[in-house]
């Protein structure tokens, strides 16, 4: 996947916007950011807001594309996802899980996971 394309299928998910913070690029739903762009160094990875157990579930089963934000920020779920050697699936079911992280229960409510 692209990082284009990664930010595109970002965008797309309900109420999702581009923004920044502290002169980087985030996407955000209700003001809340979910993730990142994947233009930041190493090159090609974008940032997801997960769950400590989320993190530690996609690191486990995919290391070769998430593994946590070095530091405090890695600990509070922030996770890495490698852009490239990843398929339109697996981004969009991560995308699908940090923006569910923050999305307002409104919006959880009328995009419930079994028709995401």
């Known amino acids: 996947m692209t990082p284009a394309a990664f930010l595109k299928l970002a965008l797309s998910l309900p109420a999702a916007e581009a ?3 502290f002169g980087q690029g985030d996407i955000r739903v209700a003001g809340k950011i979910f993730a990142s762009p994947a233009d930041r160094p190493p090159g090609d990875v974008a940032i997801l807001k997960l769950t400590a157990d989320q993190q530690s579930l996609l690191c486990a089963a995919e290391p070769d594309l998430f593994e946590p934000v070095p530091g405090a920020w890695g600990l509070k779920g922030w996770t890495r996802f490698k852009v490239r050697p990843a398929d339109r699936a697996t981004a969009a079911s ?6 569910r992280n923050v999305a307002p229960k409104r919006l959880q409510r009328e995009h419930p996971p079994d028709r995401a």
């Open 19 to 21: 923004s920044s913070h």
């Open 94 to 99: 991560a995308l699908w899980l940090a923006w």
